[in-house]
């Protein structure tokens, strides 16, 4: 049997409409513990409910990284493969990620491994430290990603980038994340990560939520529709947002600072 935490294994803070998820075991650099995927699902949906919070940013506590992954003393020994099943299905955190319609940011520093990497891989913007590292160990175990790394990778870095990181195992550094699309901002420091997340949460935070969960809808379904569908989509959302109380106040502010200013030539013009 798994010893009970002795700390909360997830905190939840909420600010200025930014619900901030902290994994919270940093002795074992943030493992996936039972009790942690399912707190960790339980502050999701709750975030999501939530109307005043309009970004969830996820990160790690300790010094030493995001998340080192699975907690292997949990899951060294099966006694059932129909129970393992169960367990996977109740506290399906990939799962609860998808079901979140507000941007997800990622917060990561130091060890970004295995389920740890997947839980980055389920959120929108993948922010890094310059000492990150990141990497699935799954296949040196006997086994491999099952938190939706073979599926969200190879979406975000494409095939051949994804299969060498499943396969090999090897570990890729901040830099080279960067260079892949893995994570699309590098702090300059550890220390400016956190200044640096919050001051793009506060941005997205002061926008219109229901344009941010369309923005986020439509971007997702890039990946899985072909054009015209996706087209269909994307009229369908903008449609849906010209009668929304936060698209109109803001085109009523554009409109009265365009008529006391010149309109700068590289102004952008909304389609549809």
């Given at each position: 049997?798994?010893?009970?935490?002795?700390?909360?294994?997830?905190?939840?803070?909420?600010?200025?409409?930014?619900?901030?998820?902290?994994?919270?075991?940093?002795?074992?650099?943030?493992?996936?513990?039972?009790?942690?995927?399912?707190?960790?699902?339980?502050?999701?949906?709750?975030?999501?409910?939530?109307?005043?919070?309009?970004?969830?940013?996820?990160?790690?506590?300790?010094?030493?990284?995001?998340?080192?992954?699975?907690?292997?003393?949990?899951?060294?020994?099966?006694?059932?493969?129909?129970?393992?099943?169960?367990?996977?299905?109740?506290?399906?955190?990939?799962?609860?990620?998808?079901?979140?319609?507000?941007?997800?940011?990622?917060?990561?520093?130091?060890?970004?491994?295995?389920?740890?990497?997947?839980?980055?891989?389920?959120?929108?913007?993948?922010?890094?430290?310059?000492?990150?590292?990141?990497?699935?160990?799954?296949?040196?175990?006997?086994?491999?990603?099952?938190?939706?790394?073979?599926?969200?990778?190879?979406?975000?870095?494409?095939?051949?980038?994804?299969?060498?990181?499943?396969?090999?195992?090897?570990?890729?550094?901040?830099?080279?994340?960067?260079?892949?699309?893995?994570?699309?901002?590098?702090?300059?420091?550890?220390?400016?990560?956190?200044?640096d997340v919050r001051t793009l949460?506060?941005?997205?935070?002061?926008?219109?939520?229901?344009?941010?969960?369309?923005?986020?809808?439509?971007?997702?379904?890039?990946?899985?529709?072909?054009?015209?569908?996706?087209?269909?989509?994307?009229?369908?959302?903008?449609?849906?947002?010209?009668?929304?109380?936060?698209?109109?106040?803001?085109?009523?502010?554009?409109?009265?600072?365009?008529?006391?200013?010149p309109l700068p030539l590289t102004?952008?013009?909304?389609?549809?």
């Open positions: 049997m798994p010893e009970a935490e002795s700390v909360e294994p997830i905190l939840v803070d909420r600010t200025a409409g930014i619900g901030w998820i902290r994994l919270n075991r940093p002795r074992q650099i943030n493992a996936l513990s039972l009790a942690l995927r399912s707190d960790f699902c339980t502050a999701l949906a709750e975030l999501q409910a939530d109307r005043d919070v309009h970004v969830i940013v996820i990160s790690g506590n300790g010094e030493r990284g995001f998340c080192a992954g699975a907690d292997i003393k949990e899951f060294a020994e099966v006694h059932s493969l129909t129970e393992a099943r169960q367990a996977r299905a109740v506290v399906s955190w990939s799962a609860a990620m998808e079901r979140v319609t507000k941007p997800i940011i990622a917060a990561i520093h130091g060890y970004c491994l295995g389920g740890g990497l997947e839980i980055a891989l389920g959120c929108d913007i993948r922010m890094a430290s310059p000492d990150a590292v990141f990497g699935l160990p799954e296949i040196t175990l006997g086994q491999i990603p099952g938190g939706g790394g073979t599926q969200r990778l190879a979406r975000i870095i494409g095939l051949g980038r994804a299969m060498d990181m499943v396969l090999t195992a090897e570990r890729m550094s901040a830099l080279e994340a960067k260079s892949c699309g893995l994570v699309t901002r590098v702090s300059e420091s550890r220390d400016a990560l956190e200044y949460a506060s941005a997205l935070a002061s926008r219109g939520s229901a344009a941010l969960a369309f923005a986020k809808e439509a971007t997702k379904a890039s990946t899985d529709v072909d054009l015209p569908s996706g087209l269909r989509l994307e009229g369908d959302l903008f449609t849906l947002l010209m009668s929304t109380p936060e698209r109109m106040a803001a085109a009523k502010a554009f409109q009265n600072k365009s008529n006391r200013a102004a952008a013009v909304a389609g549809g």
